[in-house]
């Protein structure tokens, strides 16, 4: 209801604008470039949704054309279909965009010799609208039919990856979701209990890039309904309160709800649930071998953000013991790791 909310609350702004000019007794041929404008004035110019539809078929195809391996047949099979139905949504959405410049270009010839203009405009305004809601039931459809039957895919392979706390063994090769703590053990642990949304990062044997090179946190497990999204990078992922008022510039179907009252904000527009946990270690790796820093000067890293409901829950405590690890912050891992009966992963 998030993205349908929205949607009619700027149909609605945009109706009572045009209402005035189409209730006007002398409409004219002049005033068409106003009425364009004011109907542009939602946009049908979707960069995340395009951006996440690119990302998504280039998910779907590293699965395909075996870029990506160790997936059933099954799977396989069903990523087939997955793909059909993708490129019917794809067109779709390109559809819409073509409907609205052949609309636009039709209604200044049906103005010019139109006997009620304030009808012609209105009429043309009501299919608008009715574009509007059509392209966001596509969206969601792109949701069940599309993107969490890939991401259920893709996840399963995330989770039979990432390595076991019990299997763990110091010195060999291991996987990790990470939410790394740079507070105190007793902020930690109440922001783990009220935050809406958990920042995570995927570190490995082979580069271990944390948020503000922190050296202790939590582990997770990922899952279909936990993941809201997977970025290569950090994609500055934060959670806002959702106000009545929203600018029709920025608003994107892509926006995440979080419960009735807030919604998911964040800036890499290629993030979504279907990355493959292969493309995050591959980048991470290049990231790491550049040298390529984060804004704060730490080595940059990626980002899965996980929603904090009452099934995600950390399955232990890890810590990066490195040179540059003091006392301090080896007695918060451990008295956090005692605090939740959680064992404590030694890196």
């Known amino acids: 209801m998030f993205q349908r909310t929205i949607i009619h609350s700027l149909l609605y702004e945009r109706r009572k604008k045009i209402d005035k000019v189409a209730c006007s007794k002398n409409i004219q041929l002049n005033d068409f470039s ?14 995340s949704l395009e951006r996440k539809l690119e990302q998504t078929e280039l998910n779907i195809n590293l699965i395909l054309d075996g870029t990506v391996r160790n997936f059933t047949i099954e799977d396989v099979e069903s990523v087939k279909k997955i793909s059909e139905r993708f ?28 006997h009620d203009p304030g009808r012609t405009i209105i009429h043309h305004l009501n299919m608008d609208d009715e574009d509007f809601i059509a392209r966001y039931n596509a969206y969601v459809n792109f949701q069940y039919e599309i993107e969490n039957p890939l991401a259920e895919i893709t996840l399963r392979k995330w989770e039979s990856q990432l390595t076991k706390p019990n299997e763990y063994r110091r010195g060999c090769k291991f ?18 209990k009220s935050n809406p949304i958990i920042s995570t990062s995927l570190i490995t044997d082979e580069f271990q890039g944390t948020y503000k090179k922190s050296k202790f946190g939590f582990v997770y497990q990922p899952y279909l309904k936990n993941v809201l999204l997977i970025s290569s990078s950090d994609c500055y992922a934060d959670a806002l309160p959702f106000h009545t008022s ?4 920025f608003f994107s179907l892509t926006s995440i709800p979080l419960g009735a009252n807030m919604y998911l904000q964040y800036i890499d527009t290629y993030a979504c649930k279907t990355m493959h946990i292969e493309e995050i270690e591959n980048t991470s790796k290049k990231v790491q071998k550049c040298g390529i820093e984060d804004v704060d000067g730490s080595q940059a890293y990626n980002e899965i953000v996980l929603i904090n409901d009452p099934s995600t829950n950390p399955i232990a405590v890890f810590l990066l013991e490195t040179e540059d690890t003091n006392e301090s912050t080896v007695g918060q891992a451990e008295e956090l790791a005692t605090k939740l009966n959680l064992p404590l992963l030694r890196i």
Do not use: G, M
């Not at 390109?94 to 636009?104: G, L, M």
């Not at 996987?175 to 783990?192: D, G, M, P, R, S």
């Not at 929203?246 to 510039?249: F, P």
């Open 34 to 47: 106003y009425i364009t404008e004011i109907i542009n004035s939602v946009q049908l110019n979707d960069l």
């Open 246 to 249: 929203i600018n029709a510039e």
């Open 175 to 192: 996987k990790f979701l990470v939410h790394a703590i740079n507070t105190n053990t007793e902020t930690a642990l109440q922001n783990a």
């Open 87 to 114: 490129q019917w949504r794809k067109e779709q959405f390109s559809d819409f965009k073509k409907d609205r410049i052949r609309r636009e270009s039709s209604l200044k010839d049906e103005l010019s010799y139109s």
